[in-house]
């Protein structure tokens, strides 16, 4: 029984953890491939982390703005108010006396309020009950008052309504912050990849090293073979062992490079074991064309600038909006309609309530303010204008990015193709040059020589690799579509 549970055990950790190598290795490596560590890092890395907490921040944030425009209840009150003091107060003819007050109050008040967006009023239904306590008077005296219902408006005219402008303005935020945080996903696959190929190019090079060493050793252990037996002149030994002393050189700042990049690697996706890490080339590119045509309608449907633009003009005209509104000739109105009474007994407060009036108009009226009035209005205007011309600019620039990003997708993913070729022709030519130089048809300089072009031509394909990997990311954080599936990447929270 204990012997099918170990074994089961095993089994489990293998199937659970297909990312790490066999346990024949003296330490688990973890294998990752180009597309794992992109979701890697956009599912657990800490720049990831921070997008979704900044994204989560602006979801309660519009929350918050529309719940202005539902109805508000609140139930307020004092239970109780107590005050034993002098108070001053004026007589019928005028004089000053001081009185002890000796009483206590209290009152409980519920509200139902709502905005109303289109004037930028609000209209309000309270209800109110009081109580006050006198103990002053020779016998204790209670009496209480009572607000069964009234209607209050609040209406400003002719003024600023922010609510309206807040409700064309908001939205798009908020749009603002789901776009913008799609393109994070993709400037985190960007990132990704570049220390993916850093430390990539940091293994390949470590096996170059290695592979050169190796070579090295072997091929100088020859030289002073043939140099024994007069094959060869001191001068070619002597360029052997420097070329040995140089790849021990290589190796080490190789093996010292790999830790470095294997632990920025680790820290940008957000992992914390200490198992080392082995990742696998992606020589397979995807195949896909790009219409510059659908990429600029794409980045125009999806991208957040283009939101950004539509805000940013219609934030510079609420503020031409406001600066008349505020400026110019306002008023508002108050009114309020409602039933009241009192009574020495809580039984007969609400009995027969009388009705409660209120009305009021207020205004104000600029008559000489010395140009301050056309100055704020022409202070906004020229911001309009500013603002709609800079945007006018950053459209252009934008459809030029767009399209200049796309030609340069195309010749990047060409000389991916003319990379791998040149790697393979170098390999080829290094395997020849080194025979040819075994059997004394070479010399020295001319191994020296294929080596260096073979490991120059090794390293131009991965950077090559790494720049239409960075090109393809670009591309899709630039219209926020993806090519090779042919689908939006904008999906609404």
Sequence with gaps: MYKFLFVFLQLLVLVSAPVLASADDPLFTRVLSLNEAVELAK??????????????????????????????LSLS??????????????????????????????????????EIGLTGGYISINSQIKRLDDFQADANQTRYSSIPATITLNQPIFGFNYRA??????????????????????????????????????????????????????????????????????????????????????????????EANTLNLKVFLGITDDYPIKLVTPYEIPIFEVD???????????????????????EAERGVAQAKGQSGFTADLFASFGLTQQALEFQDVYNDPARQQRARIGFNIPIMDWGRTASKIGTATANETLVKGNVEQQRINFDQEIYLNVKRFRVLRKQV?????????????????????????????????ATEERDKATRSFISALRSFWSAYYTLRRLTLYDFEHNMTLVVEY
């Design 43 to 72: 599912t657990q890395s800490p720049q990831y982390r921070s997008a979704t907490v900044l994204l989560e921040n602006r979801q309660w944030q519009y929350r918050t703005f529309r719940s202005n425009f539902y109805p508000q």
């Design 77 to 114: 009150g004092v239970l109780p108010e107590y005050n034993r003091t002098i108070d001053p107060r004026i007589t019928d003819n005028g004089s000053l006396i001081f009185i002890n007050t000796h009483n206590a109050n209290s009152y409980l008040q519920l509200s139902l309020g709502q």
């Design 165 to 258: 402008w807040d409700r064309k303005i908001a939205p798009l935020r908020y749009e603002e912050a789901i776009r913008d945080y799609r393109e994070e996903m993709e400037i985190i696959s960007s990132a990704a990849t570049n220390h993916f190929f850093n430390l990539l190019l940091s293994q390949i090079s470590l096996q170059i090293a290695e592979k050169n060493v190796a070579n090295s050793d072997t091929l100088y252990k020859l030289s002073e073979s043939r140099f024994e037996a007069g094959e060869i002149q001191e001068n070619d030994l002597l360029q052997m062992e420097l070329t040995l002393l140089n790849s021990r050189q290589n190796l080490e700042q190789a093996i010292l490079d790999v």
């Design 292 to 314: 510059e045509k659908i990429a600029l309608d794409e980045a125009h449907k999806n991208r957040q600038r283009v939101i950004e633009f539509k805000r940013q003009i219609l």
């Design 417 to 449: 193709i003319g990379a791998r070729r040149a790697d393979e022709i170098a390999e080829k030519r290094y395997n020849l040059t080194k025979e040819r130089y075994l059997q004394g048809k070479l010399g020295i300089l001319d191994l020296n020589f």
